[in-house]
């Protein structure tokens, strides 16, 4: 594949990642969604060059900012809308909604609304590759929230002490909900956190999606050898913390120059000048993928909510006996009542 070609490729997997995010907010507004605490990744979508470099055998973990990362996967946004929508064809049955998305067999290990939560999980899968003499990796995702969390350096010790297939990839966005990164950390050098522990670090900027897949080729070749790392991806969220958020800790000088950084704008345009696609069908490509999105909107919508006999489906072992629901527990009181 060539520069251009693999460029071509890059936009293509970062335009769904916005036409998919611009139909969630869409279901927002139309009241269309299983809960308000949907977080769009908008901004963000250089991270489709750290899933292109994964294998299609790697596993990886999100964090409540994830629906990008996994239709990047492979995942199908007319079950992803579903899952979001509460709806019984999702990728959970409707019971994870935006945040606790999971698909085994695409190696999504589970989305996690805990700030840093996954993170601990893509170690212990690596530890299984490890075990197992498995050629995996597992890659963390999270954002720059959980930069300050304690189950990250717990993380990165013991990935770095076991040499384990594992890569940490922090989504630097400036904000963890309405506290900006430096407002909540005396040191933005966070690849020298990396290096303290023994793994390679590097931070990359997130504006040019081909700097993210070469590094992230190597630090994944480097994983799979048992040298475990820690990539930054440095770029600006467009929007609010969650949909409902208007974001009035930022001003709007902040956000104009802050959107000036846009991944997929800085795609095109190297497209367009290199002459690896024209203006014109870049045109017809992103008309060709917010049709395949509409589409997959509307087919959510008019998909069915789960029955509520299968409330405590997938809660509970198969084995073990299912709760009553407390209508039907209600309904059985009050019958006793009346006789």
Known sequence: MT????LLALYRDMRRIRSLEERVSEMFVRSETAGSMLHLSIGEESVAGVCRAMEAKDSFTTHH????????????PSRMLAEIAGKANGYCRGKGGSMHIADMGLGHLGANAIVGGGIAHAVGAALAYKRKKQKRVAVAFYG?????????????????????????????NQYGMG?????????????????????AGEIVDGSDVEQVHEAAERMLANARDGKPGLLVLTCYRFYGHARMDKSPYRDSAEEEQGRRRDPLQSARDKLIA?????AESLDALDAEIAAEMDN???QAIAEHLPD????????????????????ARLSAILSEMTR
């Not at 509520?308 to 209508?327: G, H, N, S, W």
């Open 3 to 6: 520069d251009n070609q693999l």
């Open 65 to 76: 900012r994830g629906h990008g990362i996994f239709v990047a996967r492979g995942a199908e």
């Open 144 to 172: 720059d929230g959980a930069m300050q969390q304690g189950i990250l350096y717990e993380s990165m010790n013991l990935a770095a002490l076991w040499s384990l297939p594992v890569l940490f990839c922090c989504i630097n």
């Open 179 to 199: 506290t900006r990164v430096d407002r909540a950390t005396a040191n933005l050098a966070f690849d020298e956190r990396a290096r303290a522990f023994g793994l």
């Open 274 to 278: 290199r002459k690896g696609a024209g």
């Open 296 to 298: 997959a909107l509307e």
């Open 308 to 327: 509520i006999a299968t409330m405590f489906e997938d809660v509970y072992a198969p084995d073990q006996p299912k709760p009553t629901p407390l209508r």
